[in-house]
């Protein structure tokens, strides 16, 4: 009938309520872990579930908007009664399925995930999701077992045993495990969701997950740990692959520690010398014939490193005090979105060019704040083939596939004085 919103029913539905207020961590769901902003690592990680068919982000905030956006998200704007401290969030799960009825889109299955995770577990999610949808449960939601022994206290502070009796502790072989919430992810069936207004009813499931990824973010204690996590490995969820493509318009890198080892050698006159790697050059050539613009940042100022951008043909801005503000000149001026941006760096200067970047990568050497800062860590050695592996992957990203092999890291000597 003329002025009816058509209607698309669609299986399941993964909302992300992110707000921005927040008191313990300001801005927590724009805050990053390996590089990556904890609002977009839920968005990927629902994304990659092959059981979920529209990611949606509710907030009232336009920066987390802007990046739900570019990771492929649709956004549902909350309104501000349903935005505060007191706010549950219940209350956004049914106003965005609201909003989305109202623009014609009904699910039948709902998977609430929490930006506050930032290690969700998409097998795991995509197991919740089957079961609900399957009919084989009305509610379930991720979980960590527990052997452990909780107690509790009562007005005089006087403690007694919760789930086991203190006078006879079985051990753990002989105990069956409880179930704690990881906070990661919860799935409803929509029907039984919007008549018990509460995310457990029916038969509720419990689908295990690993403790590694049960970690939520409320502390900015909480947040070190998650970023430290990242750095040291737990990168198997992450939205980007340690080894996989890398899909941006132009790199920005450093020059020492990234073209170069960091090392210097200096003659009897004072001259510097650096090693570079022919290989890193034909990678910074290859961005160059596919269209892919490349400068360097440095906060040195050296004949050497303007000698190695002219060989090279590339742009590059040196004797800098404020890198990040020179990378956002150069971003404008070229027109390219700074979330399109790879920048490459090496040591704590760069970590303000990191944050604002769509793709943060550190060499492996990099100091830990910068390798905590990376969304990825490369193989290859600053001036021994990094430069050259990055060419590799944004080529890749573009459908180039090249033979990693060829990275050799052959080298070249540049005075300071050239």
């Known amino acids: 009938m003329t002025g009816e919103v ?3 029913r669609i299986g399941t539905v993964a909302i992300i309520p992110a707000r921005g207020g927040s008191k313990g961590i300001p801005g927590k769901n724009l805050r990053r872990v390996g590089g990556v902003p904890l609002v977009a690592r839920a968005v990927a990680a629902a994304k990659a579930s092959p059981a979920i068919d529209l990611v949606v982000v509710s907030t009232d905030d336009a920066a987390i908007a802007a990046v739900a956006r570019e990771w492929g998200a649709t956004v549902v704007s909350r309104p501000a009664d349903l935005s505060g401290d007191t706010a549950s969030s219940e209350s956004a799960l049914l106003h965005a399925l609201d909003s989305l009825a109202d623009g014609g889109i009904q699910a039948r ?3 609430f995930l929490q930006a506050t995770s930032p290690f969700i577990d998409t097998d795991a999610l995509t197991t919740a999701v089957s079961q609900v949808a399957s009919g084989d449960a009305d509610s379930a939601f991720s979980a960590v077992s527990t052997y452990g022994f909780l107690w509790r206290r009562d007005a005089d502070g006087i403690a007694s045993g919760v789930n086991h009796d203190p006078a006879h502790r079985p051990r753990r072989q002989d105990r069956e495990p409880h179930h704690l919430e990881s906070g990661a992810f919860y799935v409803m069936d929509v029907d039984g969701f919007r008549a018990a207004r509460h995310r457990f009813f029916g038969r509720t499931r419990v689908v295990e997950v690993p403790d590694s990824t049960a970690i939520e973010i409320d502390t900015p204690e909480e947040l070190d740990v998650a970023r430290a996590m990242a750095s040291a490995g737990l990168r198997s969820i992450a939205p980007s692959p340690i080894d996989g493509p890398i899909d941006v318009d132009a790199v920005v890198t450093d ?12 003659d009897a006159d004072g001259t510097e010398f650096v090693r570079v790697s ?15 613009p490349v400068v360097i940042l ?7 490193v303007s000698a190695r951008a002219r060989k090279l043909g590339v742009d590059v801005a040196q004797g800098l005090d404020d890198k990040a503000g020179a990378l956002i000149e150069w971003a404008a001026e070229h027109g390219i979105p700074l979330h399109r941006l790879a920048y490459v760096g090496n040591d704590v200067n760069d970590l303000a060019c990191l944050e604002l970047v769509g793709w943060p990568i550190a060499v492996p050497e990099a ?10 860590v490369l193989q290859a050695s600053g001036g021994a083939g990094a430069v050259r592996e990055v060419a590799e992957r944004v080529l890749a990203a573009r ?4 033979d990693m092999s060829s990275a050799a890291p052959a080298a070249s000597t540049w005075r300071s004085n050239s």
Do not use: C
């Open 109 to 111: 299955t709902l998977a």
């Open 399 to 402: 459908g180039i596939a090249l």
């Open 6 to 8: 058509p209607r698309e």
């Open 367 to 376: 100091h830990p704040l910068v390798l905590a800062a990376a969304r990825t």
């Open 278 to 292: 022919r290989s890193d050059g034909m990678g910074v050539s290859l961005l160059r014939r596919a269209g892919v």
């Open 255 to 266: 020059f020492d520690g990234v073209h170069t080892d960091d090392a210097a050698l200096v």
């Open 298 to 304: 440095s906060t040195e100022r050296n004949p050497v």
